[in-house]
């Protein structure tokens, strides 16, 4: 035995321990974000070494990338265990069919192919296609969705329109071709490509009875971290693997479902105990990463929206988030500037914030608000937006055309450049390279028209200046400023104030997601972008792209969780003069009753001042409201926050309110909680009146 088995368990929350514990199979772990899901996968395999009951050599632990796989391995190390095989999917399979394929087929397993790409652009030349980048990264991922899809060639025209695939300016039939050539490709170049790894394996286990028993022999414990992310091929080589043994915990969160597209299917997680009815369940709800002001906006998003587990906040209180709508995408992001350095005068480092958007095409407004305000950012999992090939390529276009043209206004020869290279005022069908191409242009004409609105005598020489400065604007190195990432990107990470943008309808969620199904995926994806907060959270919109034109919507996702107006008309265009009407509650409405400046957080919209400006409660009544809150959370067996938060309390010590009907107009007194609690706290009140 390497540990002490108990103190393995020290340490350990109520939940965790009962996952440790769970030493035989099947066994399903529901862990939410933050309840230290990591922690408890290392703990029970440890525990299961100590204790005997697991032989460490003979433990395979699955997961999705190789950082994770590395964590895995680190943590177990110091925890005593050494020779646990730590692996993603693919280095495991790898590893397998290099060490079995000469005994199976009496030769060694193809190589590994080093450029993926070259291959699909010699199946598209087969099938008359121009190779071009766009399309060679779309074709790719499509036979990637396939393989692990398990769709063959052949199968996929008829599948396509069902599974709602879909390549632009590509039939489904063409693309099934374009498929059956890249095998063929392969076939006489003698290589395998990345998903052939996972295949290859699994047809040489199926194959070869013998083969299986050895590895069945070699690991009787499987552990997989992700598992709502497993795709239908890696779950038959799961099966495979594990052949008639129970031996297996899962982990996962159904909630963070938000790789549908690229094949995973997290109905093997959500549909484990129906496959194993005999299984152990155990959730892990106690959220150890953000305050109980995120945690409660990220329940609320997904109550009654599909599977999820509900969080319980262990940090303390801490600022209530921000919502607010904007005009404009870059009055938006001037006001997420604005908030990301009122937060570093506090003292949050600069790498301990985020700016989340959608895709990668909404970043060029909070690069240039970030580069005016002097905030260093990078950006991750995508180059900077002048550093795209499409930019780069429109860019030299408006070059040409403006020494063609040099007088004429700027904007609509950048439109006219875009228009030369494929741009449409309508954007492509489908999602993918031709669809990100498509909204890199957009914002690229979009500059140019901000630009004219600001200075109308401009000209295209004005406009490359511009757009120069942009691109040589110094961008801090990666862990030194601010990041700027995608939601898709920001899953599995973390940091101490994080801005979500761009929460408005044809953003969140995204306007090519029109099933059901795929409006599910988006409000997973922007509960996946606020559990990202550990205690600050901006959640902002425009109204607007530029200021005018077709108004949108805050997101539906938004419904019922904070009282603003739409985002069209809660953002008039300040050329009209009329600064709107706003209801009570508006992030853009309430102002200060004792300074009289605007209010920008949900704690001081409550207060109905800032929490720097002078309170007029009385102390005793305080004291007298806390504890009845105290008593209410012990009666219901709830943490205080949950009755009431201490903004919500304090505006009614403040308020001292009459009646239900005065309490009921306390921002965080909605018609449930003046149901339960409305006349215990009018019964406080009436004895400090």
Partial sequence: MNADPQRILDGLDPEQRQVALALEGPVVVLAGAGTGKTRAMTHRIAYGVATGAFDPAAVLALTFTTRAAGELRERLRALGVARVQARTFHSAALRQAQYFWPQAYGSDLPPVADRRIALVADALRRDRLTPDTTLLRDVAGEISWAKVSNVAPGEYAALAPARHREVNGVAPDQVGRVMAHYEAVKAARGVIDVD????????????????????????RHFVVDEYQDVSPLQQALLDLWRGGTDELCVVGDPAQTIHSFAGAQASFLTGFTARHP??????????YRSTPQVVALANAVMVGHGPSVGLRAQRPSGPEPVFAGAASEASEAGTVAAWLAALHATGVPWPEMAVLYRIHAQSPAFESALTDAGIPFATRGSEGFFERAEVRIALRALAAAGKATPDEAPDAVLRTALAGLGFTTEPPAGQGGARERWESWSALAGLGDDLVRARPEARVADLLAVLDARARAQHAPAGQGVTLSSLHAAKGLEWDAVAITGAHEGSLPFALATTPAEVSEERRLFYVGLTRAREHLHVSWSATRSGGGQRRSASRFLDGLVSVVSASSAAPSAASGNRGRLRRGSAMAASCRVCGRGLTSGAERKLGRHTGCASTYDEATWEALRAWRADEADAASLPAFVVLTDATLMAVAERMPGSLGELSEIAGIGRT??????EGLLGVLAEHR
């Fill in 278 to 287: 005999d299984a152990t369940r155990i959730e892990l709800v106690r959220d």
């Fill in 673 to 678: 909680k003046l149901d339960r609690y409305g």
């Fill in 196 to 219: 052939d790894i996972l295949l290859c394996t699994a047809g040489m286990l199926a194959e070869h009875a013998d083969i299986a028993a050895q590895v069945r022999r070699a690991y």
